[in-house]
């Protein structure tokens, strides 16, 4: 785990508000794996929702991100950013599978249409 206590020197005297994000898993060694997905949708109507996230290497070794707690909302054109967390790190991926979800058992299903679509590692950004 992270001691927030090491981090208040730093985040105390700056002049402007900061958010700082810790984010650690329930698993055994505590580390999550952030990636930020960013992707720009093709759909005529606004869709809201959820996005699941499924990478694999070339190994065939797979790691699946936590869905977000809260829900974004799609619209034709437009870049979303979502934050994605993974319990293990993969090195050089060679697939990447999403899961769009509304989370709701009632109603029609809805496809979600990718225009384009980068997935950056946040612990490794080089990648």
């Known amino acids: 785990g992270y001691y927030a206590d090491r981090w208040k020197k730093l985040l105390i005297p700056m002049s402007s508000p900061v958010k700082a994000y810790f984010d650690t898993s329930d698993q055994d060694p505590f580390c999550m794996y952030n990636y930020l997905l960013d992707i720009t949708t093709w759909n005529k109507s ?32 437009k870049r979303v950013k979502i934050l994605t967390g993974f319990y293990r790190d993969l090195d050089k991926i060679s697939k990447i599978s999403l899961t769009f979800s509304t989370k709701t058992l009632i109603g029609p299903k809805h496809k979600l249409r990718i225009l384009q679509m980068r997935l950056k590692s946040l612990n490794n950004p080089e990648r």
């Open 46 to 77: 606004i869709r809201r929702g959820f996005i699941k996230v499924k990478i694999t290497d070339y190994a065939g070794n797979t790691a699946e991100s936590e869905m977000n707690s809260e829900a974004s909302t799609f619209q034709q054109y």
